[in-house]
């Protein structure tokens, strides 16, 4: 059964595995607010697990937005979870500080929760990684209407003595065929953030390159991201949208997404990978529409998937179900 929860919207999403359960991390927002696209400034994050990723239990939300004027005082976003070599588990999350009740312009940064356990979570002051303006477009600078700078995912470099942050982002120069760029930063503690130049080059098409995900299937590094219809431009503009892959040269690129293909077109969204317990990459994203083109809000079920001997490209071997 797709996970989904009976009175909220459940969308962008991201996993853990502790070698006994699979953790998922997900944004929700009560559908009493009526119009969906709403959930984005009320957005919290929730937590549930499964043996199998198929069968979920909830325990509700775990992180609340911060105190007024805080970096996260609207909203908390997406993000990664990853255990560091002292013992504690590290959630690093999407602070959104929307700067009117009456506009969508809002600053994004990066947030820091710590756990032990994976179900109690404290958050660290923030906020820990901000945008650098000497690569990056910020608020204010083009017609965009935020400052784009989220959906951390954050994962160790070879030897883990440093640790590599894949954000989305915009870039800071005038170029067509949109900005959208794999924003980088770096760590050599999990705690302290530098800000680094983009790993992708601008104008490839994307205005963004949402919900970034980095993995090595079937002996070939790839990079998730989501772009939807209405955020291609240039040549794609047009075109379907949806979950995208691009090349990678490695986990930390360089990336090029002017290669990247559809793997799953809308109304699928922010689709993570996962290796299941036997070891096979499997797709789960969240639904975006169902019947009547309302919003479904829920998560498919995992898909298998494999790098295509042929083409080599990554390709899911079943339909989404559920």
């Not at 036997?278 to 998937?305: C, D, H, K, Y």
Request: net charge negative; aromatic share 12%; with cysteine.
């Amino acid at each position: 059964m797709a996970f989904r929860l009976p009175d909220h919207w459940v969308w962008d999403f991201w996993c853990a595995d502790d070698g006994d359960l699979f953790h998922l991390y997900f944004l929700h927002a009560p559908k009493s607010l009526g119009d969906p696209d709403l959930r984005h400034r009320n957005a919290r994050i929730g937590h549930a697990t499964s043996p199998d990723l198929v069968n979920w239990t909830s325990h509700g939300q775990i992180l609340e937005a911060g105190e007024p004027g805080s970096f996260d005082d609207t909203a908390t976003w997406t993000g990664s979870v990853l255990l560091g070599p002292d013992g504690l588990w590290r959630m690093y999350y999407t602070g959104s500080h929307f700067l009117s009740a009456d506009s969508n312009a809002n600053i994004e940064t990066v947030g820091l929760a710590v756990s032990s356990d994976l179900y109690k979570w404290t958050k660290r002051p923030g906020p820990i990684c901000v945008a650098d303006a000497r690569w990056y477009e910020t608020y204010g600078t083009s017609s965009w209407p935020e400052e784009a700078w989220r959906d951390p995912w954050v994962y160790p470099a070879a030897g883990g003595a440093e640790w590599h942050m894949l954000l989305t982002a915009r870039s800071n120069e005038a170029v067509d065929g949109g900005r959208g760029v794999v924003a980088h930063a770096t760590s050599t503690d999990m705690e302290t953030w530098t800000a680094q130049p983009p790993l992708s080059a601008a104008g490839a098409g994307f205005e963004h390159l949402e919900v970034l995900q980095v993995a090595e299937v079937d002996g070939q590094w790839v990079a998730l991201f989501c772009c939807d219809a209405p955020k291609l431009t240039g040549a794609r503009r047009g075109q379907q949208g949806g979950v995208w892959v691009m090349p990678a040269e490695g986990p930390a690129g360089p990336f090029d997404p002017a290669a990247a293909y559809l793997l799953a077109p809308w109304p699928l969204y922010a689709g993570r990978i996962v290796r299941d317990r036997a070891g096979q990459w499997v797709f789960l994203a969240f639904e975006a529409n169902g019947i009547g083109a309302s919003f479904a809000g829920r998560i498919t079920n995992p898909m298998p998937m494999h790098i295509d001997s042929a083409s080599r490209r990554l390709v899911l071997d079943a339909e989404m179900a559920g």
